[in-house]
């Protein structure tokens, strides 16, 4: 086995993806919808698709970014991009086929196998894409982007950056996980936080 590889850790996932008033063929129009605008998102942000490891988990696909990437780029640039590319396919959809989507924001050490990627940071993200209170907070919003970020992405990157401002402490709890993140919304419920100074 191969040593750890330091990543940034990246996941997007559509939400309401298994809801039951849509078919397969909606499922595919959404999912086509979600790889073009993040693919769009990251190539707008400077971010080659091709250098990152990617893996697809249905509803979704994570993103293993070299270090070599400036982890600024994914809490600075992606997510405003992204959510300007998932108002572009929203626009030209009908309802069941557009997207809204939960991104979360880590980093860590992740191990290669044969079979792909494990590690307890890519645990530690999924415990937070797929939090209650990120599912919440999106449903009782009109963005089409909840972005989570861990505490430790936040403590070493986001607190420094221009939008610090725009992401709201939380509590995730979520079976074995009790952990502090940080909650941003994208789109027209976000605080204008350039209005701040």
């Given amino acids: 086995m191969a040593d750890p590889v330091h990543h940034t850790i990246l996941a997007v996932g559509i939400d309401g993806?298994?809801?039951?008033?849509?078919?397969?063929?909606?499922?595919?129009?959404?999912?086509?919808g979600l790889y073009r605008a993040f693919q769009r998102a990251l190539a707008e942000s400077g971010v080659a698709w091709d250098h990152c490891h990617q893996a697809d988990f249905g509803e979704g696909v994570l993103l293993l970014?070299?270090?070599?990437?400036?982890?600024?780029?994914?809490?600075?640039?992606?997510?405003?991009?992204?959510?300007?590319?998932?108002?572009d396919?929203?626009?030209?959809?009908?309802?069941?086929?557009?997207?809204?989507?939960r991104?979360?924001?880590?980093?860590?050490?992740?191990?290669y196998d044969g079979y792909g990627t494990t590690g307890s940071a890519i645990v530690h993200a999924f415990r937070l894409l797929n939090s209650v209170v990120?599912?919440?907070?999106?449903?009782?919003?009109?963005?089409?982007?909840?972005v989570i970020a861990s505490g430790?992405?936040?403590?070493?990157?986001?607190r420094h950056s221009p939008s610090s401002g725009c992401y709201e402490p939380v509590v995730v709890q979520e079976k074995e996980t009790t952990t502090r993140a940080?909650?941003?919304?994208?789109?027209?419920?976000?605080p204008d936080y350039r209005a701040l100074g």
């Avoid at 990120?134 to 909840?146: E, I, N, P, Q």
């Avoid at 430790?152 to 986001?158: N, P, T």
Wanted: glycine residues 4%; charged residues 25%.
């Fill in 17 to 32: 993806f298994s809801s039951f008033d849509r078919t397969n063929l909606h499922r595919l129009a959404q999912r086509e």
């Fill in 89 to 101: 396919h929203n626009s030209t959809h009908r309802p069941p086929e557009r997207i809204r989507l």
């Fill in 152 to 158: 430790w992405y936040h403590d070493e990157i986001i």
């Fill in 134 to 146: 990120l599912r919440k907070r999106l449903a009782w919003s009109d963005s089409d982007l909840a």
């Fill in 103 to 111: 991104m979360v924001l880590h980093a860590g050490e992740v191990s």
């Fill in 182 to 190: 940080w909650i941003r919304l994208v789109g027209s419920a976000e």
């Fill in 65 to 87: 970014v070299p270090a070599g990437y400036p982890k600024a780029v994914f809490s600075e640039l992606v997510p405003d991009a992204l959510t300007r590319s998932v108002a």
